[in-house]
C-alpha cells in the first residue's frame, strides 16, 4: 500500500542554519506530493508542492524536489527563522480520495 | 474565495457526555470533506471522509460519528465520549475529482481545528 515516512524529531537549529527534513514515500503509480506546515494551535497550511517528477515546489524560501528514482521529497531551506518553528509534514495524494501523511517533524529554531 | 469554518474551537466535556463537532465550507459546491484527529504531539489519524451528500466513510472503528447533512456541512458526533477521544479535531476540505477533471492535482485545506479535553 501506499505509504510516507518523514525523518524523527525533533529537529533543534540554530537561527541561519541549513535544514533538511526527510521524506521519502511508497506509492504505485504517479502521485502527487505535498509538504505542510502546522503552527502551535493551528490547523495545517499548504507549503508547496510537487505533482510529477522532478518538479520542484518552492515557497516562503523552502523548497522540495520530486525524486521518482529514490521515491523522496526532501525539505530544504537555506536559513532559517525563529519564526519557521512548526510541525512540518509530507503527504502524497495518489489519486484516490484519501491522503497520505507522515507523522510529522517539529522543528524548533533557537534565536 | 474559499473559507473553512470549525467551532467550537474549545471544547471541555465530561467523559460519557455527548458530542458535536461542525465544519462548514464556503464559497466551492460538492467538496470532499474529511475529518482527523490529532493526539498530543502525535501525527494525523483519518477518521471520516465524504464526498457527498450523506455519503461516509469511515477508517477506524471507534465510538465517534459524521454526517453529511448538507453540501458543505459536516458534523463530528459521539453519543459517549471516552478520555481517549480527547485530541485536536481537524476538518479538511478539497475539490471534488469530476468537478475539476481527471490529472488534476489538488490540496486539501485545513480549518482552524477543535481543541477536544474529555475530563
Known amino acids: 500500500g501506499n505509504s510516507v515516512t518523514q525523518m524523527e524529531g525533533p529537529v533543534t537549529l540554530s537561527e541561519e542554519a541549513f535544514l533538511t527534513i526527510n521524506c521519502t514515500y511508497t506509492a504505485t503509480g504517479y502521485p502527487s506530493l505535498f509538504w505542510y506546515v502546522q503552527y502551535p494551535g493551528e490547523g495545517l497550511q499548504l507549503l508547496l508542492k510537487?505533482?510529477?517528477?522532478?518538479d520542484k515546489g518552492s515557497n516562503k524560501g523552502f523548497e522540495a524536489t520530486y525524486r521518482k528514482e529514490t521515491t523522496s521529497f526532501h525539505l530544504e531551506k537555506g536559513s532559517v527563522q525563529v519564526s519557521d518553528s512548526a510541525v512540518y509534514f509530507c503527504a502524497l495524494d495518489s489519486g484516490t480520495y484519501k491522503y497520505i501523511f507522515g507523522t510529522g517533524t517539529r522543528l524548533k529554531v533557537l534565536a | 474565495s474559499q473559507t473553512i469554518h470549525q467551532w467550537p474551537a474549545t471544547l471541555v466535556q465530561p467523559v460519557g457526555s455527548p458530542l458535536s463537532l461542525e465544519c462548514t465550507v464556503e464559497?466551492?459546491?460538492?467538496?470532499?470533506l474529511y475529518w482527523y484527529r490529532q493526539a498530543a504531539g502525535r501525527g494525523l489519524q483519518l477518521l471520516f471522509y465524504?464526498?457527498?451528500?450523506?455519503?461516509i466513510s469511515s477508517e477506524v472503528p471507534q465510538n465517534l460519528s459524521a454526517s453529511r447533512p448538507q453540501d458543505r456541512q459536516f458534523i463530528l458526533s459521539s453519543k459517549k465520549l471516552l478520555l481517549s477521544d480527547s485530541g485536536f479535531y481537524l476538518c479538511?476540505?478539497?475539490?471534488?475529482?469530476?468537478?475539476?477533471?481527471?490529472?488534476?492535482?489538488?490540496?486539501?485545506?485545513f480549518g482552524p481545528g477543535t481543541r477536544l479535553t474529555v475530563t
Open positions: 479538511a476540505w478539497r475539490p471534488d475529482s469530476q468537478t475539476m477533471g481527471s490529472g488534476s492535482s489538488y490540496e486539501q485545506y
Open positions: 510537487a505533482t510529477k517528477a522532478d
Open positions: 464559497g466551492t459546491s460538492n467538496p470532499n
Open positions: 465524504s464526498v457527498g451528500i450523506g455519503q
